[in-house]
């Protein structure tokens, strides 16, 4: 039995990821996450199962971790832990370049010191050791309306947030060529579903929607995100972690395309069929229309292609089938 560290495990997407491994693995899972605002331990649904552990503690403690990497002897590191809401990142960058780039360099080198005897020497002990960092599409900037993200798109980051995780992205890749860490990175376009913050879009709209108060939308909400459902992220990870080609990065996206507007307007129909405000009247006429954030990318669209042809991976849901699920998992959590 091998132990994997899973950071940020209660987290969204950590989380979801936690809830799928679990019944994928036999292995122990050892959840690190310092518990921060949106982060809640309930998103993991096998809390008592003993192939579970919580750990609470920051990866910006160096001598935590190094604690922690003795105790467990981890073989696999899924790195998730991250600040990662832009308006935060903008409001006080300092978090986010402490996490992200700070955290994710100490996580690393003692992963390193606890997996290598030298550069490019992997301990026999830890010769089957991988170590994925969990990124994102921001990293790349905006598009104009055409045109796709792919592993090649140079990095031009435009906010504190992207910009902090674009920097632990050079430092995972420094590691490969440095040292020949065996690091996976992905990149992921927007993800949606159970368990994430009430801070973010999907989540938002729907709780303000539930609540009788205004739903917000940035600007003109032709703003255009490619959409995908977490499920099917925690699949790609899964399948790159363990068959992805070291030093290498894969992209993960939904083929998705949507204006924030439409999800807007989709949302509030399916409210209206299934939880219809008591006025009758749609929930559309709730949408208002705010000021745009700064620096507030255009589209973002993600090619998936190199880990569909390279490791087999493929998308399950569709927004209109991953939404539908969504938006009854947020009416059972708001109303009940």
């Given at each position: 039995?091998?132990?994997?560290?899973?950071?940020?495990?209660?987290?969204?997407?950590?989380?979801?990821?936690?809830?799928?491994?679990?019944?994928?693995?036999?292995?122990?899972?050892?959840?690190?996450?310092?518990?921060?605002?949106?982060?809640?331990?309930?998103?993991?649904?096998?809390q008592n199962s003993k192939q579970y552990t919580?750990?609470?503690?920051?990866?910006?403690?160096?001598?935590?971790?190094?604690?922690?990497?003795?105790?467990?002897?981890?073989?696999?590191?899924?790195?998730?832990?991250?600040?990662?809401?832009?308006?935060?990142?903008?409001?006080?960058?300092?978090?986010f370049v402490e996490t992200n780039i700070t955290?994710?360099?100490?996580?690393?080198?003692?992963?390193?010191?606890?997996?290598?005897?030298?550069?490019?020497?992997?301990?026999?002990?830890?010769?089957?050791?991988?170590?994925?960092?969990?990124?994102?599409?921001?990293?790349?900037?905006?598009?104009?309306?055409?045109?796709?993200?792919?592993?090649?798109?140079?990095?031009?980051?435009?906010?504190?947030?992207?910009?902090?995780?674009?920097?632990?992205?050079?430092?995972?890749?420094?590691?490969?060529?440095?040292?020949?860490?065996?690091?996976?990175?992905?990149?992921?376009?927007?993800?949606?579903?159970?368990?994430?913050?009430?801070?973010?879009?999907?989540?938002?709209?729907?709780?303000?929607?539930?609540?009788?108060?205004?739903?917000?939308?940035?600007?003109?909400?032709?703003?255009?995100?490619?959409?995908?459902?977490?499920?099917?992220?925690?699949?790609?990870?899964?399948?790159?972690?363990?068959?992805?080609?070291?030093?290498?990065?894969?992209?993960?996206?939904?083929?998705?395309?949507?204006?924030?507007?439409?999800?807007?307007?989709?949302?509030?129909?399916?409210?209206?069929?299934?939880?219809?405000?008591?006025?009758?009247?749609?929930?559309?006429?709730?949408?208002?229309?705010?000021?745009?954030?700064?620096?507030?990318?255009?589209?973002?669209?993600?090619?998936?292609?190199?880990?569909?042809?390279?490791?087999?991976?493929?998308?399950?849901?569709?927004?209109?089938?991953?939404?539908?699920?969504?938006?009854?998992?947020?009416?059972?959590?708001?109303?009940?």
């Open positions: 039995m091998k132990n994997i560290l899973v950071t940020g495990g209660a987290g969204f997407i950590g989380a979801n990821f936690i809830n799928y491994l679990i019944n994928q693995t036999d292995d122990h899972i050892v959840n690190l996450d310092d518990l921060t605002y949106a982060a809640n331990k309930d998103n993991i649904e096998q919580f750990v609470k503690g920051d990866i910006r403690d160096k001598e935590f971790l190094i604690q922690l990497f003795d105790k467990y002897q981890f073989c696999r590191v899924i790195h998730f832990a991250a600040e990662s809401h832009v308006d935060n990142s903008i409001a006080d960058p300092s978090a955290g994710t360099f100490h996580l690393l080198h003692t992963a390193y010191q606890l997996w290598m005897d030298k550069p490019f020497q992997l301990k026999d002990d830890f010769k089957d050791a991988r170590f994925l960092h969990v990124s994102t599409d921001e990293v790349y900037g905006t598009l104009g309306s055409e045109g796709l993200f792919t592993e090649e798109t140079p990095y031009a980051p435009n906010s504190p947030y992207s910009a902090s995780k674009a920097s632990s992205d050079f430092l995972v890749r420094s590691y490969f060529h440095t040292y020949g860490m065996p690091v996976v990175t992905t990149n992921c376009s927007n993800n949606y579903g159970p368990y994430q913050h009430d801070e973010k879009l999907i989540p938002v709209i729907i709780r303000k929607a539930l609540f009788g108060h205004n739903i917000p939308i940035y600007g003109d909400g032709k703003n255009i995100r490619d959409w995908l459902f977490v499920k099917d992220h925690c699949r790609g990870i899964d399948i790159a972690v363990n068959n992805g080609k070291l030093g290498e990065t894969y992209n993960i996206g939904g083929k998705n395309e949507r204006e924030n507007i439409y999800i807007a307007r989709k949302i509030c129909e399916m409210l209206d069929k299934w939880k219809p405000r008591d006025d009758r009247k749609s929930y559309k006429e709730q949408i208002t229309f705010v000021e745009d954030r700064h620096g507030h990318d255009f589209r973002y669209a993600i090619d998936a292609s190199k880990i569909e042809n390279e490791l087999g991976w493929r998308a399950k849901e569709n927004f209109e089938s991953g939404i539908e699920k969504t938006v009854r998992w947020y009416i059972n959590k708001y109303t009940n």
